[in-house]
């Protein structure tokens, strides 16, 4: 067990029955815990009670071993866990004397902790990204002996109540809107294998509301092409870890016109003999439009990196001249928030906008990170109240008289 349990000599007896044990004859000894829950007349589970485990309970096979070692998490998360992780231990090895980073205990935790605080008031760091680094060591610890985070998250919150009051801003990726978006698949030159399929990528990123990893493990059977429109699945995403799926019809519209570069971009696939349902969607070209090959080890496969995606989205709103929104560089998170932003405008319901974003049940990221108007915005509600003196001040006036 990885709490520490007390053990306490019990009996049970009779109301208002004085029971004095013996010296010779010692009762039987209980273990109680926080956790312990007795209904009326049943005695705890005995101290010495342990299941009969043998050897053979705790082994696993060779095939086990290997299926375990398998990744279990996203390429990105494991390379970001994997920085965060190592400068945690680079620290606890520098300590004098050393401390040890895995398992760590919960002050070695907090003082790491305070140390990244520290640093990010230098301006090394912001707080939501030290909580996030914070995070990926704790969830990094063994499930039974993880460290205690509370002071340090106490900290966490002070800090960041400072560092807004100070003038401190998180400044995220701007909203690549409808007219943005129109904009950049306009300067691409779609006569091309490459441009065929950037096109498509970038009405995709937007009207499916697409992070980029969503993106590029998208597979060619998940997508269902309609006169109409696309019906999408999408397998997994940041909400749906387990792989539950979630699928959607996507209507075809006359400015980004996805049916068409749709079917476009899928026949470069089938011309290149890459079509089978189970391969992904969007993959590496070559300048001649071929397919980019990889070493057979690679561990993706034919899949695109997330980050080369980013950079071909960023490419493709630099060409188009818009590198920069309201002083903002344009990332693939973009293609997300613009849709999300010009659903606001358009009156869609926080809850249609989980759904088609895939934002979890009854949460409000999509209000309160992803609406991100242009500039000062357009959606003040005080310029619903009447002017002071205007025609509905007259009414009101005249109806007094």
Known sequence: MSRELNVFDAELVEPDIVVTPAAAEPGPRYLVTQHTMLGPGELPPLADQRPAWQDHDF????EDVADLAEPDLAENTIINR???????????????????????????????????????????????????????????????????????KGRLRVWKKEWTKAGGEVKRAPAVTIGYNVRI?????????IGKRDA?????????????????????????????????????????????????FI????????????????????????????????????????LRKYPADRKRGVLMRPGSLDARLRELAERAGVPYIDGRKVTSHGWRAGANTDLIAAGVPLAERN??????????TADTVYDRQHGAGARDPLAQVPLYGGPAHAAVAQARR
């Open 185 to 193: 698949i306009a300067a691409i030159d779609e006569t091309t294998s």
């Open 251 to 290: 209507e075809d519209r006359e400015d980004l016109q996805l049916v068409r570069r749709a079917r476009a971009w899928f026949a470069v696939l089938r011309d290149l003999g890459a079509d089978a349902p189970h391969l992904p969607v969007f993959r590496a070209l070559t300048v001649k439009g071929e």
């Open 59 to 62: 082994r696993l096979s060779d």
């Open 82 to 152: 994997d920085s965060t992780t190592g400068a945690f231990e680079a620290w606890c090895a520098a300590q004098k004397p050393p401390r040890l980073a895995h398992p760590c205990t919960t002050a070695t935790y907090t003082s790491y902790g305070l140390h990244l605080i520290r640093r990010g008031k230098k301006g090394e760091y912001k707080p939501d990204s030290v909580g996030q680094y914070m995070s990926r060591i704790w969830n990094w610890q063994p499930v039974d002996l993880r460290p205690d985070p509370s002071r340090f």
């Open 355 to 364: 759904t088609a974003g895939r934002w979890a049940e009854g949460s409000h």
């Open 200 to 248: 498509f990528l970038a009405a995709l990123a937007y009207s499916n509301l697409n992070r980029e990893s969503e993106l590029t493990d998208q597979l060619i059977g998940r997508i269902k092409i309609h006169d109409t429109g696309l019906y999408v699945v999408t397998a997994t995403s940041k909400t749906d870890q387990t792989g539950k799926g979630a699928g959607r």
